[in-house]
């Protein structure tokens, strides 16, 4: 009957019979751009699957062709499930033309010819658009930097493709920005096209500076007497040091502002923020302890008055 080799081009595609030229459309470029032999070299199971995909395209996508296939479909699909039927029926059917193909490659190169101009031409087309997607020639780097590297800028030597590449950092450059440097990418053999270099930058973690945007924060360690009579001391910062006073009275966790410290990005400048965090000395003098119990002699507020009268409310 004419039957072997046959081939579902509905299932190859993995669509309904009763889907629309949109979708037999997009099934066929999902699928051929998964197979497409650009991405399976010398993979020969990869390259069949390629071929029945660009010959089920072909016939759907074509509204003749599709139509002649459905029938020829409908004509297997019967003989296959029914068994040998009588003349009459195949003549009603209109399925009598389609003894005469003694399997189904002779019926398939009846419609489209084997190797067809418009097979040709899409696989062209599908193929340079193949090789203009998948050849990615960029090369990414991850480079890391120090927290006074990023603050001030600097230069690194970078080594892509055995070529010594000088970068320069921007100041106040922060984790994850990107540095394009162009045609300092890979190179496509035999072609000499170069790709971009993409450097996405990150930025170490320091100790004592934590930033946030441009505002750098840290924490500060005082004294108790540098709280409660209050100091000018010197202090460190990313930018220098520099001198910080600390009112009388003051408590642990007030912050302290010093304008235009922190990280100077283009036009822009961050803040500096200190936090105050109190300090006990690991070992008390004995000068010191005579001073704390002088201290308790003389002290007049009671810490817990209003704490009792709550607790026990």
């Known amino acids: ?45 990869a390259e069949s699957e390629f071929k029945e995909i660009n010959e089920a395209y072909e016939i759907l996508s074509d509204p003749e062709k599709k139509n002649s296939y459905e029938q020829y479909l409908n004509y297997w699909s019967t003989s296959k499930n029914e068994g040998s039927r009588d003349r009459d029926f195949y003549t009603e059917n209109n399925y009598k033309d ?49 927290f006074f590297e990023a603050l001030n800028g600097t230069k690194k030597n970078l080594l892509v493709n055995d070529e010594r590449i000088e970068v320069e950092i921007p100041k106040g450059i922060q984790t994850g920005s990107k540095i394009c440097i162009k045609n300092k990418g890979n190179i496509q053999s035999g072609k000499g096209k170069r790709g971009d270099l993409l450097i996405e930058v990150s ?34 910062s990313p930018q220098g040091d520099t001198y910080l006073s600390i009112p009388s009275g003051s408590l642990p966790g007030k912050k302290f502002r010093l ?20 300090k006990f000395p690991e070992n008390w003098s004995e000068e010191e302890l005579k001073l704390f119990e002088k201290l308790r002699s003389v002290r007049i507020d009671e810490p817990r008055s209003s704490w009792f009268d709550k607790a026990c409310s």
């Open 203 to 236: 930025v170490r973690s320091h100790p004592i500076w934590k930033v946030q945007g441009l505002d750098i924060y840290a924490d500060l360690p005082v004294s108790l007497d540098e709280l409660v009579l209050g100091a000018n001391i010197l202090v460190a």
């Open 259 to 278: 304008i235009g410290q922190g990280i100077h990005y283009l036009d822009t400048q961050g803040d500096l923020f200190f936090n105050l965090k109190l």
């Open 1 to 45: 009957m004419g039957l072997n080799g046959f081939k579902d081009y509905f299932k190859i595609l993995g669509i309904s019979r009763n889907a629309t030229d949109q979708q037999i459309k997009s099934a066929f470029r999902k699928l051929a751009r998964k197979f497409h032999p650009d991405l399976h070299p010398d993979d020969t199971k």
């Open 98 to 146: 389609f003894e005469k193909y003694f399997n189904f490659d002779d019926f398939l190169s009846d419609l489209i010819g084997r190797f067809s101009e418009a097979g040709k031409e899409f696989y062209s087309n599908i193929s340079s658009d193949m090789n203009s997607q998948s050849v990615n020639l960029d090369a990414e780097f991850i480079l890391q930097i120090s």
